[in-house]
């Protein structure tokens, strides 16, 4: 059964006429018999009275509510694929890491409402594995995550590499390692850590260094906010290896100070993610741009480290 043959069997039994189902079908008048006579064959049924007015037969009028049902369902789809494609969808959802959603992504979000006041915006701050999980169920439109080649390597998969930056340490301002002005990896491991749970990429990229380097990773907390962290670390004697862009309001905690690693130092990228079909809609097209234009070239600034002058330590 094809669609053709609905409308034409809809056309004739809405005008009673072959004749004029065939200006509204724009067809001749043999391609609508040959359209009738076909989904006749296959329904096993007449389904008009072959008279001077083509009057609908028992099956005819049984069929024709099915056939507007599906001729109406069918323009319902087209129209909603054409607004799709014409940039009028309702709305475009967004997964994003903390840092990024907290120090990047608002100019972005004014920016985009500016252009596309009638789209609404839904971002989800998670964890980068569990933000490209959401985006392979089709949950989410696009992910700004930590780079993950494993979980991005499909074909379908479209990543942006948007930018790099260092790992570094968080501490309390009176910890003993603020005495390095670059803390030895050896050193890290003495310490019990603050870590991101499960599903974050910065979990899994800390682990791995620490069994480069054949050290004993103490994890003692799980956490998944940055508030989180900084609540920890000002006890003492936690410390954290966070992304620089999370690190930003500590210039302004004299509580808490910030190190660099010793060489090789550990960085982090973050990327961009969305489908190959979904950069054929027009509003996620234009997200992407602001995205690559305003964070790709986006700097990330040193956090000052805590004054040497005032630490006790030295």
Not at 39 to 62: C, D, I, M, V, Y
Not at 167 to 179: N, S
Not at 238 to 243: E, M, R, Y
Not at 269 to 297: C, G, M, N, W, Y
Request: aromatic share 6%; net charge negative; with cysteine.
């Amino acid at each position: 059964m094809r669609l053709e043959q609905l409308q034409a069997f809809l056309a004739v039994a809405e005008t009673g006429s072959f004749q004029q189902a065939t200006q509204r079908c724009r067809v001749t008048q043999s391609t609508i018999s040959r359209q009738i006579q076909s989904l006749e064959a296959e329904l096993g049924l007449p389904l008009f009275h072959r008279t001077s007015q083509a009057k609908l037969t028992l099956a005819g009028e049984r069929f024709l509510p099915r056939a507007r049902r599906i001729c109406q369902e069918w323009q319902t789809a087209t129209d909603e694929l054409s607004e799709l494609l014409e940039g009028r969808q309702s709305e475009l959802c967004v997964a994003a890491i903390h840092s990024v959603s907290a120090q990047f992504l608002p100019p972005v979000l004014q920016k985009f409402c500016q252009d596309y006041p009638a789209v609404q915006l839904r971002v989800t701050s998670l964890g980068s594995d569990r933000a490209l999980k959401v985006l392979r169920d089709g949950l989410v439109d696009l992910a700004i995550v930590m780079n993950n080649r494993f979980l991005t390597a499909s074909p379908e998969m479209v990543v942006d590499p948007l930018y790099r930056e260092p790992v570094e340490v968080l501490m309390a301002a009176t910890h003993p390692l603020t005495r390095y002005q670059q803390v030895p990896w050896a050193e890290l491991a003495q310490y019990p850590q603050v870590v991101f749970k499960d599903g974050y990429g910065m979990q899994r990229l800390v682990q791995e260094q620490f069994q480069r380097y054949a050290l004993d990773l103490k994890p003692l907390v799980e956490l998944n906010t940055l508030d989180g962290f900084r609540g920890m670390v000002r006890q003492g004697e936690f410390i954290a290896l966070l992304p620089r862009s999370a690190l930003m309001e500590v210039a302004h905690d004299p509580t808490l100070a910030v190190r660099p690693t010793e060489e090789p130092h550990l960085s982090r990228e973050v990327v961009l993610v969305t489908t190959q079909d979904r950069l054929e809609i027009p509003p996620i097209q234009h997200f992407r741009s602001l995205v690559q234009k305003l964070l790709a070239d986006q700097s990330l600034p040193q956090p000052p480290l805590a004054s040497l002058e005032t630490n006790p330590l030295l």
